[in-house]
């Protein structure tokens, strides 16, 4: 890895963010607010509406299996199979983010949501939601889902102008935190007030809402260039090759990481810190729940005051994790609610803001024509490093306790933010 402050010089010189901008320009680019983009105000209500109603179909699928079997392992099993998905496909559809228009990739993946959620509608209401069923529909979501959050991760620097583009980044995570809490808020009042089919059937109509205010957003068409019409095994080889040459990506990869390992690792683990740890009920869990959404909320507001500048998020990210790490170290002292409720709320914020600057990060330095196969690993490395970091941790907590497991990941993550601050042996990009 190169020395931080070589590698920043570079990146500002290759960063592409719409149109080709000068070094300067980089340099000096500050903080703009992503609503100030008349893009992004036509597209954040499509995106609120699309990520609720995700939330609210991830929810009934949930609550789908566990009144089909009262199994914890079939709910479980559920929600893997919306997971695994991710890791198969994600960097497939990243090739098709860099080919497309991604707004034209939106308007399909949304719809094709609402229709799968109304399809569950039907067969539910026609008394066929059984188990296999239920499985085939919470595969299919997870197809969907893959391909969605590549081409909306591309889409976004479409939108806004450099400097607007934490502000973008930061408010997209806002909605994604609240939307987590409040869908199954809304999909439980709904299976209150109504029925599965017809809670099924309000998630519909939100992504069909989502998609008429989508077609309001225009004029983010780019002509795809020579190396984009190759073959996807091409293509995605170049997209690996492109990750392993660009010393900037591949750190702040890391950084994420360390982050899915640690702070989004303990926020997976709620229910058994709740239960556990605290010995607590079902009111100690929504309390916890309830800090860490509080938390992520506030992560999200702070990135979204961030400019384009990389030096200055690339140190947030590293105070981020720092403090996050310490943080987690505290867990030996973990034995009162409210205590705990402050550490995870502090733990999400932290976490929430290494997510989103590592994202912007590498949104402001990968190349326009790379930006969809690198963003779809980013999305791999994200989502799929706490699942994994669960299991891991998780055992050891059933061996050892959760201070000791927790202690591990901390460490792990103190040490990586030693080395990123430490300059590197000179290497060139792209050698």
């Not at 519909?204 to 020579?226: K, N, P, Q």
């Not at 750190?251 to 607590?280: D, K, N, W």
Request: proline share 4%; with cysteine.
């Amino acid at each position: 890895m190169q020395p931080y402050d070589a590698v920043v010089q570079k990146a500002r010189v290759r960063a592409r963010i719409g149109t080709q901008a000068t070094e300067e320009q980089h340099t000096e680019a500050e903080h703009r607010s992503a609503f100030s983009q008349p893009g992004f105000r036509r597209y954040f209500p499509s995106t609120c509406l699309s990520t609720l109603g995700s939330w609210i179909i991830r929810f009934l699928f949930g609550w789908a299996a566990w009144e089909l079997t009262a199994s914890a392992f079939w709910v479980g099993s559920i929600a893997g199979l919306m997971l695994v998905p991710t890791f198969l496909l994600t960097p497939i559809f990243g090739i098709t983010a860099d080919r497309i228009n991604p707004r034209n990739g939106l308007l399909v993946t949304i719809s094709l949501m609402g229709l799968l959620a109304a399809l569950a509608a039907i067969i539910a209401t026609l008394g066929y939601l059984e188990l296999p069923a239920l499985a085939v529909l919470a595969l299919a979501f997870g197809a969907l889902t893959s391909a969605h959050t590549p081409i909306r991760l591309a889409f976004l620097p479409r939108l806004v102008e450099r400097g607007a583009l934490p502000s973008a980044i930061g408010y997209s995570a806002i909605i994604f935190n609240s939307s987590r809490i409040i869908g199954p808020a809304v999909g439980a009042w709904l299976l209150v007030v109504s029925s599965v089919p017809a809670a099924f059937a309000v998630s519909a109509v939100i992504c069909i809402g989502a998609v008429a205010l989508l077609t309001r957003v225009t004029g983010t068409e780019r002509e795809a260039t020579t190396e984009e019409r190759g073959s996807f095994a091409k293509q995605l080889r170049a997209g690996f090759v492109y990750l392993r040459r660009d010393s900037m990506l591949r750190q702040v990869f890391l950084l994420t990481l360390a982050s899915g390992m640690l702070g989004r690792t303990v926020i997976e683990l709620l229910p058994a810190v709740s239960g556990r740890v605290l010995g607590g009920d079902s009111a100690t869990l929504a309390t916890l729940t309830a800090a860490a959404g509080a938390g992520s909320i506030l992560g999200g507001l702070l990135v979204s005051r961030q400019s384009g500048r990389l030096r200055r998020l690339y140190h947030l990210v590293l105070f981020g994790l720092t403090l996050s790490a310490m943080t987690v170290l505290t867990a030996a002292f973990w034995q009162d609610v409210w205590v705990v409720a402050v550490a995870i709320a502090l733990i999400a914020g932290c976490t929430t803001t290494i997510g989103t600057g590592c994202q912007a990060l590498t949104q402001l330095t990968v190349a326009e024509s790379y930006r969809g196969r690198v963003m779809s690993l980013w999305a791999v490395v994200a989502m799929g490093t706490p699942a994994i970091g669960a299991v891991l941790v998780g055992s050891v907590a059933d061996a050892a306790g959760f201070p000791l497991a927790f202690a591990g990941t901390a460490l792990f993550a103190l040490v990586i933010v030693l080395v990123l601050r430490s300059p590197a042996p000179s290497q060139s990009v792209g050698s």
